[in-house]
């Protein structure tokens, strides 16, 4: 197994917080190459990936951004979430290891109507790149397909034990059919069927509404600085 104890590591800049409103984060940042396999050590001690970049929070006084994973063999979808299954019936799935024009088309599409008050706005297909591509390690683009149209694209990195959800974005308007739920069930029989251990969800903050979602899959674990243990909720 590769050896992470050599990697140097710096502090990022102060910066607005995009969860919490009127706080300020900082970042545990990366700075040497790495491989598939120490990325995947990183994300057992909390780190996640934008683009090429590894980074984890490393905030002055706060500790909201709590890792989470679920050990995807041990899984079983609640009533809630065959609901879910159930209402996404018609969809088709396909998945591909690069990303394709329909896929940055839909990113654009979602970023513009979801979060057009935030900091990833305006959407461009270089932040596309420079967000979720990254040349060291093999991704896979999960799609679903309403007969003909792309509504969702879930990327999601492979690892040797485990899978890591990176990002989900999907047709705003089919809001209602609860698709990143949907997504994340599309990455839990992924993990399954490669025979994966875990499932990365990256953080859960308690105060920030938009990530209540990630607790409702069950069981799942989170990282107390040192061990992970059961969710604590």
């Known amino acids: 197994m590769s050896d992470i104890r050599h990697l140097s590591l ?11 409103p009127e706080q300020h984060e900082q970042l545990l940042v990366n700075r040497d190459a790495v491989d598939v396999g120490q990325f995947e050590q990183l994300l057992a001690l909390g780190f996640r990936r934008s683009g090429g970049q590894i980074y984890r929070p490393h905030c002055q006084g706060c500790q909201a951004c709590v890792p989470v ?19 996404n019936d018609d969809l088709q799935w396909r998945v591909t290891t690069h990303p394709t024009p329909d896929q940055q088309a839909l990113y654009l599409e979602y970023i513009c109507q979801r979060h057009n008050d935030g900091p990833m706005y305006p ?35 492979l690892l040797p034990n485990s899978l890591s959800a990176t990002y989900t974005f999907f047709q705003p ?39 209540a979602y990630k607790t409702q899959f069950r069981p799942i674990e989170w990282l107390d600085g040192q061990l992970w243990r059961d969710w604590r909720g």
């Not at 710096?10 to 919490?20: A, K, N, R, V």
């Not at 679920?70 to 299954?85: A, D, I, T, Y």
């Not at 209602?176 to 859960?204: K, M, N, P, V």
Request: with cysteine.
């Open 173 to 211: 308007e089919l809001a209602g059919r609860s698709l990143g739920t949907r997504a994340i069930l599309a990455q839990i029989a992924l993990a399954q069927q490669l025979g994966r251990d875990y499932l990365y969800l990256g953080y859960q903050i308690d105060a920030c509404p938009k990530m």
């Open 10 to 20: 710096g502090l990022s800049q102060s910066f607005p917080c995009s969860y919490l």
């Open 123 to 157: 959407p461009s297909l270089d932040q596309f790149d420079r967000f979720l591509v990254c040349d060291w390690l093999e991704q896979l683009f999960i799609e679903a397909w309403k007969e003909d149209e792309l509504v969702l694209v879930a990327v999601t990195d």
């Open 69 to 87: 994973r679920l050990p995807v063999q041990r899984f079983q979808p609640s009533r809630s979430q065959r609901r879910v299954l159930n209402k």
